[in-house]
């Protein structure tokens, strides 16, 4: 899988791993942030969601257009990853009214857009030579390792500097706490019990009135929040550096096809009109499928966080509290990754005894973080669901490639507008398994109306197994997809084109906050309904112009 690529794959795999680690950081205590600040419900909250992931991928189409005629690749992503740092260090600042934090994401949104897209399209340059060509679908798939490998770590950062910054001010978090002293501060708040007794607690004789109280916690929460935006920040200047500093991997790549004509190169490609025009309509119409992939996806900031929060347990025993704490996970999944080394074929005698020290290494550190947790009553924290997606990918990637390879092989292997239709097709399913765990739950409206969280609560591997079906999915879906671009795309507008990906995103993103308003009003299961709805129709739509994108990849 990662035999025989560039050096600039790698460079670019570490910048990304950087800028989205920060990204997922943010994005992972976003929507809680927004409800436990201002305390907005799930429709407000999802129109500023909606409105800056719309931000985020629109804004791509901008970076490719400066990077294509104006700037190239390289100094727009340097530009663009020091005005996304400007934007989390505005988001950082405590105590801040709904307009700053507009405008902080303001700043976010358009350091991403110039980063974002001419990233991608500086890895697809990297294949264009002929020697590499052939490993362009694995190379991004490697590239999107890099994005969650990054994700992975993000919700236990933003839970780590949540922790240190209550603890510093001698409160511990409960998840129902900042909606019942919203709504006592409101006077909705009918029953009290619940709010006194944890204020009593936390505070002991220095406890005067829940009006107090309340102000202080929803004040504390607020700067535990900016902490994690705070270390989004730090990240950009992590990523800045391996940009710049391993430039010299990648130099050749970064290049447009505005430079290339002004050079006079000769290897140039040159489209006819109607294949230009057969292109961009291939990609337009793989650009209105990838809408509603990303509308279902991204419910997991916003929707599955929030039935996280107030649908499912809060505490669990021992065994399933190892998935939830990255003291006893990483040193498992470390532990298999170096006991894969140890019985891959192919692999040297050194290589198998790294792996065997790494592995026993590990598993003895995991037997004795696991023994350290309690017994029952172990945290779970909503944001933590959002790591499991990025450690699906990571370990599922070499699956998924190394099926597709197999294929190959046998010359079985789908083509990517099929694999595209295929990832829809998934989607659907792990939305289906978010249907089935909501029967018989309150509706969000009617629990709004109640306060705090519901008296029903579902067990964590209801979300865990819709996550593991959404990566699969999203593996066959998302790198697959900007592979498409990358190679289909008219070499002047190989940066407008991955922004153009990124566009679709963005409308689908916005669709993701914009459908809140059902989340208030309808039942939970009709809520999860609509979006298996939405991605089985989408996919019925791609396999029915299949062969005219299969044309285009070809043409």
């Keep these: 899988m990662f035999k025989g690529h560039p050096k600039g794959l790698y460079v670019a795999f570490f910048a990304n791993m950087g800028e989205r680690f920060g990204y997922y950081t943010m994005l992972a205590i976003f929507v809680l942030y927004l409800q436990s600040k201002f305390g907005w419900s799930a429709t407000e909250a999802g129109h500023v969601y909606g409105g800056f992931l719309f931000g985020i991928y629109f804004l791509p ?33 405590p105590g801040t009214g709904e307009y700053f934090i507009y405008t902080a994401l303001g700043v976010i949104s358009l350091g991403t857009g110039l980063f974002k897209g001419n990233l991608q399209a500086l890895v697809g340059n990297l294949y264009d030579e002929a020697k590499y060509s052939k490993l362009r679908d694995s190379a991004f798939n490697i590239f999107y390792m890099g994005i969650n490998i990054g994700a992975f770590f993000a919700p236990s950062a933003a839970r780590v ?7 510093v001010q001698g409160l511990e978090y409960d998840k129902a706490i900042p909606n019942l002293a919203h709504k006592y501060l409101q006077g909705t708040l009918e029953n009290t019990t619940g709010l006194e007794t944890f204020a009593k607690a936390q505070m002991g004789s220095s406890f005067s009135n829940l009006t107090n109280f309340s102000h202080h916690y929803i004040d504390a929460i607020g700067k535990a929040y900016n902490s994690g935006f705070a270390v989004a920040a730090v990240s950009m200047i992590l990523s800045l550096a391996i940009f710049i500093g391993f ?18 190169k000769k290897n140039m490609v040159e489209l006819t009109h109607k294949q230009t025009k057969d292109r961009l309509m291939a990609l337009g119409l793989v650009f209105l499928v990838v809408v509603f992939f990303w509308m279902a996806f991204h419910q997991n900031g916003f929707t599955l966080t929030i039935f996280a929060r107030d649908y499912t347990v809060g505490a669990v025993s021992r065994g399933p509290a190892i998935l ?25 005698g050194k290589i198998k005894l790294i792996g065997a020290a790494i592995g026993i290494g590990s598993a003895i550190v995991a037997y004795f973080t696991v023994n350290g947790l309690m017994p029952a009553g172990n945290e779970i924290s909503p944001e ?101 671009v990358s190679k289909v795309a008219p070499p002047q507008f190989k940066g407008l084109a ?58």
């Design 61 to 93: 189409l901008l970076g490719g257009y400066i990077a294509d005629n104006v700037l190239g690749y390289g100094k727009t992503i340097i530009i663009g990853t020091i005005i996304m740092f400007l934007g989390y260090a505005l988001l950082a600042v």
């Design 324 to 348: 939830f704490n990255l003291s006893t996970f990483l040193p498992i999944l470390t532990a298999i990754l170096g006991f894969i080394l140890l019985i891959g074929k192919g692999n040297s």
């Design 247 to 264: 430039r010299k991997y990648y130099k050749h790549a970064d290049i447009t096809h505005k430079e290339q004509k002004a050079l006079n």
């Design 384 to 484: 933590i669901f959002q790591q499991f997606n990025p450690i699906f990918i990571v370990f599922l990637t070499p699956v998924i490639v190394g099926y597709f390879a197999w294929l190959r092989k046998r010359n079985r292997e789908p083509s990517s507008p099929k694999k595209i239709g295929i990832g829809m097709i998934l989607t659907a399913i792990g939305f289906t398994i978010m249907v089935l765990a909501s029967k018989g739950l309150m509706s969000p409206h009617d629990l709004a109306l109640k306060g705090g969280v519901s008296d029903t609560l579902r067990s964590p591997f209801w979300l865990i197994g819709t996550y593991f079906t959404l990566t699969i999915a999203e593996l066959f879906l998302s790198p697959i997809g900007i592979s498409f």
């Design 498 to 555: 991955q922004g153009g990906w990124l566009g679709a995103t963005a409308i689908g993103n916005l669709l993701a906050g914009l459908i809140g308003p059902f989340w208030d009003k309808w039942e939970l299961w009709q809520f999860f309904v609509l979006l298996v709805g939405l991605t089985i129709l989408s996919a019925i739509f791609i396999f029915s112009i299949l062969k005219l994108l299969e044309r285009a990849v070809n043409s």
């Design 161 to 167: 500097m949540r922790k240190i910054v209550l603890n």
